[in-house]
């Protein structure tokens, strides 16, 4: 558990890091809508990182902590899939923020599975 | 179509680099993407918000959507984007204060005291001047004619009509300016 511990909140306080100064970046250079989509995708990882370490403090086995965590995989991202299909019935511009949280979760879930196999499978 | 919205969709670099590229020829969304090394999704999302706002237009060719510039939109000059629809409220609140001005300084037709404030002796000398018939000449003698019945010192409403650009003497002969 340590070694996965260590890389999922290594990884994810180094995405979003990365983000912050993507975010930066892009409002500098006139582009104030992608770095609303980047601030977007830092709030993702900054939820999952929160329900990750949330999830350590109130669980004493690791297939506890890992059905906890992946738990928030499943709620968390359900409104936005609502959202997402309404957008896309109204065409509304929505649709493009909603799917980016999900792909976002998505990435953050198939990181944190892979970790997983590595470290606690073997 | 709202400006206001034109001009925060404009307000972009990389909607104006879709819309340089568009200018050039139409294009689908992952020609875009690869032209201008962003994410399909980032694509999608600014055509979106440029179709949203009319500068885009798109038509299905097939399984993909072709993306082209509305020329309409474009070709508009800087002065009829910067127009906006209030400016009828605005009117209404400039007349709704000329009336108030007239009905102030105006009794029976007859102006008691010029206004002081420059603004208002404006719109009272522009009441004034609907005294005039546009195109005829006058003397001097026929504009104090009309214009005592208004004030006591016709004299001054004569200078401040042509001063403030109401009324042209050219010698001794007065007309109205339009």
Known sequence: MTQLTENYQTTLTAWIK??????????????????NLEKIKLNVYDIFLKMFNLSLKKTE?????????????????????????????????????????IKTANKIESFFLSEWDTHEQS | MNNLKLFKVLSDKSRLLIL??????????????????????????????????GLVTSKKDQYYKQYSVNREILDQTLSDLVTLDENPLMKDRDEAYRQKVIATFFSDGVCDQLPVQKKKRIIVLEEIAKAFESKKQYTENEVDKILKP?????????????????????????????
């Open chain 2, 150 to 178: 208004y004030h006591h010192d016709h004299c001054t409403l004569r200078r401040d009509l042509v001063d403030y650009g109401f009324l042209s003497r050219n010698n001794g002969v007065y007309k109205k300016i339009i």
């Open chain 1, 61 to 101: 086995s690791k297939d506890a902590f890992k059905s906890m965590y992946l738990k928030f995989h499943k709620t968390i991202p359900k409104n936005w899939h609502v959202a997402r299909d309404k957008a896309r019935e109204k065409e509304s511009i929505d649709f493009y923020i909603e799917d980016l949280k």
């Open chain 1, 18 to 35: 990365e983000s912050k100064e993507t975010a930066k970046k892009l409002e500098k250079d006139f582009k104030e809508d992608e770095a």
């Open chain 2, 20 to 53: 340089n590229s568009l200018l050039e020829e139409s294009m689908v969304v992952e020609r875009l993407a690869s032209r201008l090394g962003l994410a399909i999704s980032t694509v999608s999302f600014h055509l979106k918000k440029l179709e949203d706002s």
